[in-house]
């Protein structure tokens, strides 16, 4: 008895993968970017963390450089999030608001 409705991957249209609509990325203005202080799991040395920000790999680079050079310490961008060394908040809110984003400050 044959099964309804099946058919084999033999036509050029079956292999071909879907291609939905590319999401444009999100306005800077309209990111939830949260700047926070925090020193859990680092010895009890306090970097600045900043959470929210679309950005590709380039993207995270080229902000991450601005940023450290501004503040004068260093910092990295893994996972998506952006550490930096010390208490930096307002430096980097301020920093934040002259490109373009709407950052807050989160936590303590």
């Known amino acids: 008895m ?4 099946w058919q084999e991957f033999s036509s050029a249209e079956s292999l071909q993968r879907p ?3 590319t999401a444009a990325p999100t306005p800077k203005a309209q990111q939830m970017v ?8 680092r010895g009890g040395k306090t970097v600045t963390v900043i959470r929210g920000l ?3 790999a380039a993207g995270f680079k080229t902000l991450l450089k601005k940023l450290k050079g501004r503040i004068g310490s260093g910092g990295t ?3 998506g999030l952006v550490e930096l060394q010390g208490d930096q908040v307002d430096v980097v809110l301020e920093l934040l608001s002259q ?3 709407r950052p807050k ?3 303590g």
């Open 105 to 107: 400050r989160a936590g």
């Open 54 to 56: 679309e950005l590709d």
């Open 19 to 21: 291609t939905g609509p």
């Open 2 to 5: 044959p099964k309804g409705g």
């Open 77 to 79: 961008a893994k996972d």
């Open 34 to 41: 949260r700047v926070q202080p925090t020193r859990g799991g």
């Open 99 to 101: 490109e373009g984003y």
